[in-house]
């Protein structure tokens, strides 16, 4: 797992784990646990940060990974996501797929990039990307159903935003923390920091209807590409790379 807080983290593999579950008939959540494990380079750490790419490839002594992609420059984070891929090549032992979870920060650019380093190689792995558009919190949204005693928050928060929190998530773009339509702040405002509400949002939703209510956040793109990619992989079925 590449992502850039724990908060990423458990988003993505709360979603992942019930897709697992959901296609695959011989699994269920008891189960779960001894036929996968997510972690980052090593089974002591939970995820490997973007923020530590660089200095991390440095100290593995990889060289030699600028360059374009192809006959193409490289796009925003197609140079650190082939660092992140060449360090899982290097682990003492490669995992079976790599799941790189970014916020695109309302720049489409960054899911191109990501992709441009997936098909960069052969790699000996599955590469699952997850973008979300723009941020992480967008994908919670996806899943929020008002109760009774949050209703009167969702609705001042549309009057203040003009739009819809949860309909229209992707156009919570701004990237100074607490601004008007800042995605952080309207999480908070409607669920007031609880990270169980959160979970209950990701958690207890139909993922048909996250998958139906998540394509203009980049959850739907992630959800298939969990199910293309990742389920084949945990069920036995999966082509090489």
Do not use: Y
Request: aromatic fraction near 6%; proline fraction near 6%; glycine fraction near 6%.
């Amino acid at each position: 797992m590449v992502c850039e807080a724990p908060a990423d983290r458990e988003t993505a593999c709360l979603l992942a784990d019930r897709v697992l579950v959901g296609a695959i008939d011989w699994l269920d959540d008891g189960t779960l646990d001894t036929q996968r494990r997510w972690q980052g380079r090593t089974p002591n750490e939970s995820f490997l940060r973007w923020a530590s790419v660089r200095s991390e490839a440095d100290k593995a002594g990889l060289k030699g990974l600028f360059g374009h992609f192809g006959s193409k420059p490289g796009e925003p984070d197609a140079l650190v996501a082939r660092r992140a891929l060449m360090l899982f090549m290097k682990a003492d032992k490669a995992p079976d797929a790599v799941v790189l979870i970014r916020d695109s920060d309302a720049d489409p650019r960054r899911r191109l990039g990501l992709e441009q380093a997936r098909d960069d190689g052969r790699w000996p792995f599955q590469v699952v990307i997850g973008v979300a558009e723009p941020k992480r919190e967008c994908w919670v949204l996806t899943g929020f159903e008002a109760r009774a005693h949050e209703e009167k928050a969702l609705d001042e928060l549309e009057q203040r935003l003009s739009f819809h929190p949860v309909r229209d998530a992707h156009r919570l773009t701004a990237s100074e923390h607490g601004a008007k339509n800042d995605a952080k702040r309207a999480l908070k405002e409607l669920m007031s920091e609880d990270p169980e509400r959160e979970r209950e949002c990701l958690r207890d939703t139909p993922l048909a209807s996250l998958q139906a209510q998540g394509s203009k956040v980049g959850l739907s793109k992630f959800l298939e590409e969990v199910r293309q990619r990742l389920v084949p992989v945990v069920s036995g079925t999966s082509p090489a790379p």
